[in-house]
C-alpha cells in the first residue's frame, strides 16, 4: 500500500475512508497518474496497488485455458477486496485510491457473467456501492501513444483497445463514473484526472494537495 507524500495539517487523525477507482484498458496512463497523486497529495491519500501486477509478478500461472483465467481473477478479486478491507479498518486515509477496483476482472472473465457473480458470490449493485467514484482512463490508439514499457503488459493494440471497451462496459451504470479519452497531448489527460482526483478530497484535506497546472 502507498501513501503519499505530502504532510497533512489537518486535525483528524482517523478518516472514514472513500474508495475510489482508477482504470482503464492497457497503456491508459494510471500509473503516470498515480506517481503524480503520491508525490503531490497528502499523506490521508492511499494508493492500493493493482492486484493484478501482484497475482501475476509473483508467479500466479498466466496460461490461457479457461480454468486458468478463472483461477486468476477470482484471486485477483480477493486480493482486491482485502487490500480495500485494510485499508479501511487502518482508518488512516480520507480517501482510497484502488488502482482497479473488484470487479474490472470481469472484463477478462472467460464465461457467462452470471457466473463471476455466482462464484465470487456477490452482485454489481454491491460492487458499485462500495465506490465513490470511477475514473475511466481511455486506452490510447497507437497514434496517441500506446506503448509495450510495462513488462507485465502482454497486450496489442487492438487488444488493450477491445479491453478498455470491456472495462467500460463493465462500469456503465456505476452513478459517478467520469471518462477521460486519451489525447495526443497526455499532460492534458493527466491533468484531466488528477483535478477529478482532487475534486474528491474532502476539505480538511484538499488545500493540502496539488493544484496540478497544465503548462501546454
Keep these: 500500500m502507498g501513501i503519499c507524500t505530502g504532510d497533512c495539517l489537518c486535525k483528524n487523525k482517523s478518516h472514514e475512508g472513500k474508495r475510489i477507482v482508477l482504470t482503464g484498458g492497457p497503456g491508459a496512463g494510471k500509473t503516470a497518474v498515480l506517481e503524480i497523486v503520491k508525490k503531490n497529495f497528502c499523506n490521508h491519500i492511499a494508493i492500493l496497488p493493482e492486484s493484478a501486477s501482484i497475482i501475476f509478478s509473483g508467479g500466479f500461472w498466466r496460461k490461457d485455458s479457461i480454468p486458468a483465467k478463472k483461477a486468476a481473477q477470482r484471486a485477483i478479486y480477493h486480493v482486491q477486496k482485502e487490500l480495500e478491507q485494510l485499508a479501511i479498518e487502518e482508518q488512516e486515509s480520507a480517501i482510497i485510491l484502488c488502482d482497479r477496483g473488484t470487479i474490472d476482472g470481469l472484463a477478462y472473465w472467460p464465461c457467462e457473467e452470471t457466473l463471476f457473480w455466482q462464484e465470487l458470490e456477490t452482485t454489481k449493485e454491491k460492487e458499485f456501492s462500495k465506490y465513490s467514484a470511477v475514473i475511466h482512463l481511455r486506452t490510447p490508439t497507437l497514434e496517441d501513444g500506446y506503448n509495450h514499457?510495462?513488462?507485465?503488459?502482454?497486450?496489442?493494440?487492438?487488444?488493450?483497445?477491445?479491453?478498455?471497451?470491456?472495462?467500460?462496459?463493465?462500469?456503465?451504470?456505476?452513478?459517478k463514473r467520469f471518462l477521460v479519452d486519451s489525447t495526443k497531448d497526455f499532460i492534458e489527460k493527466v491533468y484531466k484526472t488528477v483535478e477529478l482526483i482532487r475534486s474528491e478530497v474532502p476539505e480538511c484535506c484538499k488545500k493540502h494537495a496539488l493544484i496540478f497546472k497544465n503548462t501546454s
Design 149 to 175: 514499457s510495462n513488462p507485465v503488459r502482454i497486450e496489442t493494440v487492438k487488444q488493450a483497445r477491445k479491453i478498455d471497451e470491456h472495462i467500460r462496459n463493465v462500469w456503465a451504470g456505476h452513478p
